[in-house]
């Protein structure tokens, strides 16, 4: 994941309007920013996909979103999606215990304990979903039913802590179901037991001083001691994790080190540590502070180190791009790309630099069109897709077709009535039964009822 690290802006972490490098920022609510990551996101999905299946789900009806804060907490919100805090992650020790947090809150899904963010949900970003979020929390904080329209931004941790925080029937339900899904998908329980020991002795502590996974999930020693029961009679307490997920952790690690507290990167990795992971944080924080030959070098050893490596290219492109060099970004997210056809979100920055170092070049042009339009199908919650797309229609003097993706781009960040007006007022001049014509036509038919009702 290229954890491009901009404030608003967001496949590794980019800004606000999801530019398709590592650590990508998507959107920011008091102080909790939204990334995307393909490399991490990736890395996760082969961490889970087996226990998911245990819990009877698809693997991919599960979204797990990265939330961008030193504090440590995870929860369900509008529907299947389970949001991770990045300090959750660094809190952790090994694989297994991210993959133990992940199982407790599909237990949750799997319990009904869903938080109902309302019709917002349905097709919103993931980034409208935390404002969802932030706005009925506050709602539920201040007794006043209008704060959830405003997105009112008055002590919205508490707020959004009140409007998570689960039952302790609720936890030790999840408790047992993730220990159970862990055990059917052939894994020790032990990252989940682990994990939970480490925040056990909050308990103590006063409700200003618990981390938010604490406040949100209210700990005991009896369901700590009930997990550790249960592991001692586990067939699976001593399976080990495949040897590839350690090194994928590791990594994950640095990238998350490197992007947002590059500045730590020299303590927490010594001078003479030439380990993988090491190279990996070096050549990011020096990305991040800006030093460009040093950090484009570091890359390069990367990439030399394993040349097919997907995410050491999408790096790459994403310095190159973000130095003001986004005809040489091309070939090297074109080779990510090549390594990680599924990743939509590097398509998605592969659009971007093939939008940015085209001139009006129709050839350049179309092919970014046709990048951004598979990148839709794996990414349909990404609405910077949706900007790319309007931006490369432009581009190429198609005004009525950039503005329908306007239109859906404004659908997804809960603005109705300006999709509604932009489709309405745009579809006469889009050739009939063409895809932006017939796009057109879905959200006049999608949202015209509900908005004229109104």
Do not use: C, W
């Given at each position: 994941m290229k954890l491009q690290f901009r404030p608003f802006v967001s496949a590794t972490l980019c800004a606000a309007m999801v530019l398709a490098c590592p650590l990508n920022v998507q959107a920011q609510q008091s102080g909790q920013t939204i990334i995307r990551d393909a490399e991490i996101e990736q890395s996760i999905r082969e961490w889970t996909a087996d226990v998911i299946r245990a819990a009877g789900m698809n693997p991919e009806q599960i979204k797990i979103i990265l939330v961008q804060s030193p504090d440590v907490n995870a929860f369900v919100a509008g529907g299947a999606n389970i949001f991770i805090y990045t300090g959750l992650i660094q809190?952790?020790?090994?694989a297994g215990e991210v993959i133990g947090v992940i199982a407790?809150?599909?237990?949750?899904?799997?319990?009904?304990?869903?938080?109902?963010?309302?019709e917002v949900a349905r097709n919103a970003s993931f980034e409208t979903i935390m404002g969802a979020l932030i706005g009925l929390g506050a709602a539920v904080a201040t007794g006043d039913g209008s704060a959830a329209a405003?997105?009112?931004?008055?002590?919205?941790?508490?707020?959004?802590?009140k409007y998570l925080a689960y039952s302790r029937v609720q936890e030790s339900s999840a408790d047992q179901a993730g220990f159970?899904?862990?055990s059917g998908a052939g894994m020790s329980p032990e990252g989940l037991t682990s994990f939970l020991e480490k925040l056990s002795s909050q308990e103590l502590l006063t409700t200003s001083q618990q981390s938010q996974y604490v406040r949100t999930h209210p700990m005991s020693s009896d369901r700590v001691e009930a997990?550790?029961?249960?592991?001692?009679?586990?067939p699976q307490q001593s399976v080990k994790l495949p040897e590839d997920w350690d090194r994928q952790y590791g990594l994950m690690k640095a990238k998350l080190l490197g992007f947002i507290t590059p500045q730590q990167v020299t303590y927490a990795y010594k001078k003479e540590d030439t380990s993988l992971p090491a190279s990996y944080?070096?050549?990011?924080?020096?990305?991040?502070?800006?030093?460009?030959?040093?950090?484009?070098?570091?890359?390069?050893?990367?990439?030399?180190?394993?040349?097919q490596n997907p995410y050491f290219l999408e790096l790459k492109g994403q310095m190159l791009f973000d130095f003001g060099k986004a005809a040489q970004a091309v070939p090297y997210y074109e080779k990510s790309v090549k390594y990680a056809p599924e990743s939509g979100l590097i398509r998605m920055a592969y659009a971007q630099a093939?939008?940015?170092?085209?001139?009006?070049?129709?050839?350049?042009?179309?092919?970014?069109?046709?990048?951004?339009?598979?990148?839709?199908?794996?990414?349909?919650?990404v609405s910077k897709i949706k900007r790319l797309l309007a931006t490369a229609f432009g581009k190429m003097g198609k005004e009525p077709e950039a503005r329908i993706y306007l239109a859906e781009e404004a659908l997804m960040q809960g603005n109705k009535s300006e999709a509604l007006r932009i489709a309405k007022v745009t579809k006469e001049h889009l050739v009939p039964n063409s895809p932006e014509a017939l796009r057109a036509a879905d959200i006049i038919n999608t949202v015209g009822d509900s908005e004229e009702k109104r």
């Open positions: 809190k952790t020790d090994n407790h809150e599909l237990g949750h899904i799997a319990g009904g304990h869903l938080t109902r963010t309302g405003a997105g009112i931004r008055i002590g919205q941790g508490q707020a959004m802590n159970r899904f862990l997990l550790e029961n249960k592991l001692k009679n586990s944080a070096r050549a990011i924080a020096a990305y991040k502070f800006n030093h460009v030959q040093e950090s484009l070098d570091l890359a390069d050893s990367l990439i030399k180190r394993e040349p093939l939008i940015e170092s085209s001139g009006k070049d129709p050839l350049r042009l179309k092919d970014a069109i046709g990048q951004l339009k598979r990148a839709e199908r794996d990414e349909p919650r």
